[in-house]
């Protein structure tokens, strides 16, 4: 008797471990994080993060905020290659998410100075020069990016220039254009080339940042008055074609759209308009959740809380924008646990999450590692 319940005790004891250590793993399966460091080796805290947590991914920068004449991720190609085959090593699947913001423009963080091609135009000149040209370019690219390593990249920019006055995308060249088939026309040659070198993809910024004055980096962007509906079309022309890997959704207020809440942790732009008036089944990402959109608005927890039920399948902490707010991934983790055993967050939810992030991971091919240094020979 004594021993049937030390085997029941045992046995108990061991499917608690086994259950806390999936949820573990779940939560960190929900996550794509920055760390700071050009070099990873097994006793590096980001791989010990990625195997205990089973980490969704890292998102690379080249600006290190913590020393403005310093890099944060980026020296070199030979140093590249060799950080994110030691990150792919740390996971144990091999297919870990290593992101970047390529898309060209102000907006490329493989510069020349470091050794480089660094001289991708912006979206608005490749657009003006035609699909030839863009096909050119953007194969260039995903070489670049898959020669290093890299095989997820937070790009293309679908949002439409619709406002002259908005700085961050139409000031800076990074819309394609004004009218939605020219935009995912060219969004399409950017998502083609991509997936050439075994790269996946996000469309940014759900719903449309294209009509917007403000800069979320920064605060709070009320686009209510100036929105228009035709910004969702780049989205609903792309899922037709079923060429989309991730969406990534903006951080802007529409009380049109959600009378509470941003889009990024708004469970009727994500759930409603976007997977069921679009028809969108794949995986969601938010914009960086360190952004002074939210940290201005919400505590920790309750971005956490918001954006997992509103449907975001990765949530993204870049640890990039405020050194004084740099995120362990073992808070952010026992933060969305948290939530579980509370039962804030359903399990079920976690899994819906998991299903579609390992779809978009059976989307990768092996990226090409380079033989020799001179990794960009023929490619400038």
């Known amino acids: 008797m004594v021993k ?36 990873v080796t097994p006793k590096s805290q980001i791989c010990k993060d990625i195997k205990r947590y089973n980490l969704a ?32 090593n740390c996971s144990s699947d091999k297919k870990l998410l290593i992101a970047i913001d390529e898309e060209g423009g102000v907006v490329q963080r493989l510069k020349k100075r470091y050794g480089f091609y660094g001289s991708y135009p912006r979206a ?13 370019i953007y194969s260039k690219m995903a070489k670049e990016l898959s020669l290093v390593g890299i095989n997820y990249n937070l790009a293309p920019v679908v949002d439409l220039a619709i406002n002259p006055k908005n700085k961050i995308i139409v000031g800076y060249g990074r819309s394609f254009g004004q009218d939605p ?18 790269i996946v993809t996000s469309l940014k910024h759900f719903p449309g940042h294209g009509s917007s004055i403000g800069d979320t980096h920064k605060g709070f962007v009320d686009v ?10 780049p989205y609903r022309l792309l899922i037709k074609q079923n060429s989309i890997d991730s969406v990534m959704v903006a951080h802007i207020f529409n009380k049109n759209l959600d ?11 994500i759930d409603n308009i976007l997977r069921r008036e679009l028809g969108y089944s794949g995986v969601v990402i938010t914009d960086d959740l360190q952004m002074g959109a ?28 405020d050194p004084k707010k740099v995120y362990s ?41 380079p033989k020799s240094l001179n990794i960009f020979e023929g490619l400038m």
Request: net charge positive; glycine share 6%; aromatic share 8%.
């Open 4 to 39: 049937s319940i030390y085997t029941v005790f045992a046995l108990l004891l061991l499917f608690n471990t086994l259950y806390a250590d999936s949820l573990y793993k779940m939560a960190g399966a929900m996550l794509i994080v920055g760390f700071e460091g050009d070099q």
């Open 57 to 88: 991914g890292v998102i690379l920068f080249e600006k290190n905020p913590t020393n403005p004449k310093g890099t944060k991720n980026i020296l070199s190609p030979k140093q590249l290659s060799t950080l994110t085959r030691n990150l792919q």
């Open 124 to 136: 608005s000149v490749v657009s003006q020069k035609g699909t030839k040209y863009a096909a050119k």
């Open 181 to 198: 088939n020219i935009v995912a026309k060219y969004a399409n040659i950017f998502i083609d080339n991509m997936h050439k070198r075994g």
């Open 224 to 233: 209510t008055k100036e929105w228009s509906s035709i910004e969702i079309e």
């Open 259 to 269: 009378a509470k809440y941003p889009a990024s942790l708004s469970k009727n732009i």
């Open 294 to 321: 939210i940290t201005k608005h919400y505590n920790i927890k309750d971005t956490i809380r918001l954006a997992i039920k509103a449907g975001n399948d990765i949530l993204l902490f870049g640890n990039q924008l």
């Open 329 to 369: 991934s073992k808070m952010l983790v026992d933060t969305i646990v948290s939530l579980v055993k509370e039962g804030t967050i359903s399990i079920d939810r976690l899994k819906e999450s998991k299903e579609r992030i390992e779809k978009l991971k059976s989307r990768l091919n092996s990226i090409e590692q």
